[in-house]
């Protein structure tokens, strides 16, 4: 299978956004909510203190353009008013104050500048990885691209097709539904791609604008954590079947997994105010099935040799923490501890995603992972789907 991979690049959402930020936003919204006593305790076991939005935490919170003037207007409402026995003067007061009433964001007002921002940092990602490759975009045959987040068509793609520009032969692969995985998958594709034609020269641009998941109306639990978590990164690296200068790592072997029945534990929805992101607390037992699948995948691939083979780093986006401590339990006997460091390090300032993978890899190249190293990549996803890679540090 062996495909070569190059330094990814990584252009973090520009906006800083403190933990205490969004607790006072949140808090000041939903003074009553059965969570509220437990804000700061529920903030503070997620460990992220700061996560970078690619648009301001003013611009998730801010009303709509609209009232809350029913849609069909003021005559349609003077005149349900009238039927209702309201005089002229009692119906004016009504309509000035449903006026006055702010109405939320639409899906159009929200989703429509978070596309904008996913273009450009994902064209700035394109730009930095071709540069770290020394290549053009001339060079690149296949573009493989993810942004779940903001959904469009033409899509991300297409998009960066005429941004950079591509050739117009060059292949285009998008995925937007791909999510978690967006990384880890990607990757996999790219490696068969360059596994037929060892001359192909693949760019994976992957942008996520997690933060269009803020939706400040929502009084759950779940959607507290959601606010708390989700930081916004566009990511690209440039995947060859030839090694070149630039490689840094070499991908190996790459394995599948989809466990049934449990497409409903985690899903992103569209409603009047734009996307919500819906998970269920059994995701964590669910994404831990398919972790001991793909140590059972390791196993078999290393029977042989069982006692001294290990991994030297892991790459792992299985969602949070409470897994990657799940992850450390159940790893074989033998493996040594610091496995996840770089994981957890991420972790620090947000869940990225699809971009989260290449975020990981990108922190274990700046600290200067030493050639020979074994890796292992690994990203779950709703579905509920997980991918993983082996690979050696070049």
């Not at 770290?132 to 993810?146: E, P, Q």
């Not at 360059?194 to 779940?222: F, G």
């Not at 200068?245 to 394995?255: F, G, K, M, P, Y």
């Not at 892991?314 to 770089?342: C, F, I, K, N």
Request: charged share 20%.
């Amino acid at each position: 299978m062996a495909a070569y991979l190059c330094p990814p690049a990584v252009i973090h959402g520009e906006h800083a956004v403190k933990t205490n930020q969004i607790t006072d936003e949140v808090r000041g919204r939903h003074p009553h909510a059965a969570w509220a006593p437990r804000i700061d305790g529920i903030a503070a076991s997620t460990g992220i203190e700061t996560r970078g939005w690619m648009l301001p935490l003013e611009a998730a919170v801010a009303p709509g353009k609209g009232s809350g003037l029913p849609a069909a207007g003021i005559g349609p409402t003077r005149e349900a008013l009238a039927d209702d026995g309201f005089t002229d003067q009692d119906a004016d007061r009504v309509i000035a104050a449903l006026e006055s009433i702010p109405a939320p964001q639409t899906v159009q007002e929200r989703t429509a500048p978070a596309w904008e921002a996913v273009q450009s940092y994902g064209e700035r990602a394109a730009r930095g990885a071709l540069q770290i490759a020394g290549l053009d975009a001339a060079d690149v045959d296949c573009l493989i691209t993810s942004h779940s987040t903001t959904p469009a068509l033409p899509g991300l793609d297409v998009s960066l097709a005429n941004r950079l520009p591509l050739r117009s032969d060059a292949m285009l692969l998008p995925a937007t539904q791909w999510a978690c995985i967006a990384g880890t998958r990607s990757l996999a594709l790219a490696a068969d791609l360059v596994a037929a034609d060892p001359d192909r020269v693949v760019l994976v641009v992957i942008a996520e604008a997690l933060s269009t998941t803020y939706q400040p109306a929502d009084d759950t639990l779940e959607s507290l954590i959601v606010r708390l978590l989700f930081a916004d990164t566009a990511v690209a690296a440039v995947v060859t079947g030839r090694p070149r200068h630039e490689s840094v790592l070499r991908l190996d072997a790459a394995w599948h997994h989809t466990l049934p029945g449990t497409q409903d534990l985690h899903r992103l929805e569209t409603r009047e105010d734009g996307t919500h992101f819906v998970m269920d607390r059994r995701g964590p037992r669910a994404v831990q099935e398919t972790v001991t699948a793909m140590w059972e995948w390791l196993r078999l691939r290393y029977q042989e040799d069982p006692a001294s083979w290990h991994p030297d780093v892991l790459l792992a986006h299985p969602g949070g923490t409470r897994v990657l401590e799940y992850m450390e339990q159940t790893m074989p006997d033998g493996w040594p501890s610091g496995l996840l460091d770089y994981s957890r390090d991420s972790y620090t300032s947000g869940n990225r995603g699809g971009a989260a993978v290449f975020d990981i890899m990108r922190r274990a190249y700046d600290a200067g992972q030493e050639q020979g190293s074994r890796a292992v990549l690994y990203a779950a996803a709703p579905g509920l789907t997980a991918t993983a890679l082996e690979g050696q540090w070049l």
